[in-house]
């Protein structure tokens, strides 16, 4: 998955609150749109909870490659929850691993942004191919495979734009130094593929009735 592994002040102030404003303006945006449905659907709180405590034991366990990679289950958050309570689920979930020294509190609000890309883009090719792709199996890992790549493409152009302080490499270094990090979480993101729609083909068997 990505996430954006820097301790606080390797940002500048001026970066941390531009992404932080962004992050909490959705939240915003997505507390509205919640507001406006009268009716509460326990089913999907109760998804969501689910969602929120299995990704965040998943988010705490890294697989000894390459310095250590995990697995996020954001895309699953986004196929089963959607993009609009998915983003208060990343959110809950970057504030959880800042407290348990999983990345800066400065973090975030870029994190929370990186994280909601791959959550709505997950869940946008997933109701997309819905007419064209009927195997859930292979809907659930196209449309996590894409979510992460475009979470790794987010949380490059992030630290690209924001810069680092206190390292003395050129943009172009950086961006090497990005790209080889990119190509293994996309490795990674291989086999979360798999997992997810191991996921969602054996709840679409068991329990349809999530998936609607």
Known sequence: ????????????????????????????????????????????ITIAAFCTAAAFVLFQVEIPVAGGVHISLTPLIGILTG???????????????????????????????????????????????????????????????????????MMMGIILTSGIQGVNQSPEQ?????????AINIAVAVLEALITGLVISTLGTMRPDLLE
């Open 174 to 182: 950086i961006l090497a130094g990005l790209s080889l990090i990119a």
């Open 1 to 44: 998955m990505a996430h954006i592994h820097l301790e606080d002040g390797s940002f500048t102030l001026l970066w941390v609150i531009v992404w932080w404003a962004a992050a909490l303006a959705g939240i915003g945006i997505a507390l509205y749109l919640l507001r406006r449905h009268k009716k509460t659907d326990n089913r999907r």
């Open 83 to 153: 993009p609009v309570i998915g983003l208060l689920i990343v959110f809950i979930l970057n504030i959880l691993s800042a407290a348990v020294g999983h990345g800066g509190w400065g973090m975030i609000g870029a994190n929370t942004l990186v994280n909601f890309s791959e959550v709505i883009v997950a869940y946008a090719i997933w109701r997309g191919l819905k007419s064209v792709l009927p195997n859930l199996f292979a809907r659930a890992g196209i449309a996590t495979f894409c979510g992460l790549l475009v979470g790794n493409i």
